[in-house]
């Protein structure tokens, strides 16, 4: 079996190692530690400032999307989101939950952001804006230099979903003033799903300790937990245990090789693809997954001979969209031959 997936994707054999074994107890000094390291090693990957605070919440992507707003919003905020796929139509349904007023930026399918388009909303009562980094629905990825000035001139808190594109495309929450970043297990992690990180600016951290609008995810209470390196409640602890390892790895090598091994494989995988009577959206595109676009309409037909007869996944889409796009995930443990292996046979099956 290889997953081309957007999450779970495919473990590497370390991971497998650590996630097989019995599971500590974890109210102990030796866990703390270990989720102390994390802290470290995860704020460093996405060159988080000084005071900087980090939580691990257990719970797959969309619950920390869902924590990030009842943490940090209220109903005398007004939010403006960036919606150009099913990732930011979901963070418009979360506020809409919470009534938190909001307007949306919308993208169609296989537009490109606008930056002109969007100055319309500079100089409005907004006070948030909320962004997928990789909105992974259409593989689009947004310029988070671009919103993170934006945010600057118009005294806006920055929320950034990068659960796809951590590890895929750079991140500098420093540089880009990102309040709110969060990522999660499943994606270019490559663990189980489970666990999501998140980090938080003193501004939101403030916000947090006196907005919370949650129980079980309110950050203040993760906050003065993680002090010793603990969560308020049951860790996602075999997935905390293979994050360590794999922090520790990426802290070793630096983060920018593991977005460079991204880089090469999207890079790598978008122009072998070329050759076949496919294409690929003219839109700037994270590196955590490439969209193929099928104009005979049998992305679903293609989706299940690879399945069926290979045991390959590809990443279905969802709705309108179902037999037209399929996604290529570049995300865990691959090699540029599986890149080789899989276009090959996806040429074959495009002839059937
Ligand atoms: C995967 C993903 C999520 C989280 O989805 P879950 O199924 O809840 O893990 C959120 N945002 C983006 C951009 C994603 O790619």
New binding site residues.
């Given amino acids: 079996m290889k997953l081309f997936t ?2 779970p994707v495919q473990m590497y054999p370390e991971t497998l190692k650590i996630e097989g074994k019995q599971l500590p107890y974890f109210r102990t000094q030796e866990f703390g530690a270990l989720m102390k390291d994390c802290e470290e090693w995860f704020l460093r990957s996405v060159y988080a400032p000084e005071g900087t605070g980090f939580a691990a919440l257990t719970c ?4 920390a ?1 869902d924590a990030a707003v009842a943490n940090t919003l209220t109903q005398n905020d007004k939010a403006l989101i960036i919606n150009g796929g099913s ?1 930011g139509k979901r963070f418009a349904e979360i506020c809409e939950l919470y009534k938190i007023p909001y307007d949306t930026y919308d993208i169609a399918f296989q537009e490109a952001f606008s930056q002109k388009a969007f100055q319309s909303y500079a100089k409005k009562s907004y006070t948030a804006l909320l962004v ?1 980094a ?3 629905s259409t593989g689009q990825k947004y310029d988070l230099d671009f919103l993170g000035a934006f945010c600057r001139e118009n005294d806006l808190l920055f929320i950034v ?1 990068a ?2 594109a951590y590890l895929a495309d750079p991140i500098n929450m420093e540089q880009q003033g990102i309040d709110v970043l969060f990522t ?1 297990s ?2 270019a992690l490559s663990l189980s ?1 489970g666990a999501a990180l998140v980090a938080l600016s003193k501004k939101a951290q403030l916000r947090a300790e006196q907005n919370a609008s949650t129980y079980y995810f309110n950050f203040h209470s993760y906050l003065e937990n993680q002090k010793r390196g603990q969560p308020p409640f049951t860790s996602a602890i075999g997935t905390m245990l293979a994050l360590h390892q794999r922090l520790a790895s990426i802290s070793e090598k630096g983060v920018a090789e593991e977005i460079a091994l991204h880089a090469q494989r999207a890079k790598y995988f978008r122009e072998k693809v070329s050759a076949l009577p496919l294409q690929i959206p003219d839109i700037p595109l994270s590196n955590c997954c490439t969209p193929i676009l099928f104009p005979d309409k049998n992305a679903t037909a293609v989706y299940d001979r690879l399945k069926e007869n290979y045991e390959i996944f590809l990443t279905p889409s969802g709705g309108d969209w179902k037999d037209l796009q399929l996604r290529v995930g570049h995300m865990g443990n691959l090699t540029l031959e599986d890149f080789d292996i899989l276009v090959d046979l996806l040429g074959k099956e495009l002839q059937k």
């Fill in positions: 957007v999450g797959s992507g969309t619950g999307m990732f997928n990789c909105d992974t979903d659960v796809s999660a499943q994606k799903p």
